[in-house]
């Protein structure tokens, strides 16, 4: 499988010179910039979205912090799981770099020797981005947004088919959806006990396991005062 796509008039080969053309005629600071954006810049942000996304629901707390929590921490743990399941499909595949292959290619990183299909990067940044919309809708699609990107990224620095990246962006999202039910069913429970410990417990929940009872108290102590207040009118 070694040749797969190296047929200049296959159409996946002619988008990799479509979009990497790009490359060649943008200011080479542009490259730079997209080089950093493709190979770090967009997994950070995505990161930073689903710790961004944690933050919130911690401090929020209430009785589903801990699934909330929970279905976050599949999120790394889910692109983890996506590129090892890659290993063997691509020592399957045995695809090239297209650059070891096409001549006139733009490659604005260097040292990618290893195997092309399917992109790690690709399925690394999907798997992210599909396990956080799971936990929450609007930072599932921002961070699906700049997964999208990153895959162009991949083709425009020159270092992957279109091909590698829509493999990694089936595999990510594969294996975030697949594997999603057993992961609650699996963390769940641990970020429960971790929200019931008093040591640790911020971390699931600011408020504490108990904190949704008194969110409506606008100051400590309200609820138990109103409540002394109508037991003494009873009484009277």
């Avoid at 743990?77 to 290993?87: D, E, K, T, W």
């Avoid at 069913?185 to 699931?204: D, F, K, N």
């Amino acid at each position: 499988m070694a040749g797969l796509a190296e047929s200049g008039s296959n159409p996946d080969v002619e988008l990799l010179y479509d979009i990497n053309g790009l490359a060649k005629d943008a200011p080479h600071w542009f490259d730079r910039v997209m080089e950093f954006v493709g190979e770090y810049g967009l997994l950070f942000a995505i990161v930073l979205l689903v710790l961004w996304c944690w933050w919130g629901v911690r401090r929020r707390g209430g009785e589903d912090a801990a699934s909330s929590v929970a279905a976050l921490l599949w999120a790394p743990l889910a692109a983890g799981v996506a590129v090892l399941v890659n290993v063997p499909i691509r020592g399957f595949v045995e695809r090239p770099r297209p650059f070891k292959t096409h001549d006139g290619l733009e490659v604005l990183v260097d040292g990618k020797n290893d195997f092309s299909f399917v992109s790690d990067h690709a399925t690394l940044v999907m798997a992210l981005a599909v396990a956080l919309f799971v936990a929450h809708r609007r930072f599932g699609i921002a961070a699906i947004v700049l997964a999208l990107f990153g895959g162009f990224a991949r083709v425009y620095m020159g270092v992957h088919y279109p091909t590698d990246v829509v493999g990694g962006f089936a595999l990510g999202t594969a294996v975030a959806l697949l594997l999603s039910p057993l992961a609650m069913a699996l963390l769940t429970p641990l970020t429960r006990a971790i929200e019931r410990s008093p040591r640790v417990g911020w971390l699931v929940s600011a408020r504490g396991p108990e904190g949704a009872a008194g969110r409506g108290a606008v100051i400590p102590g309200a609820r138990k005062e109103s409540a002394e207040a109508g037991e003494r009118d009873l009484a009277a």
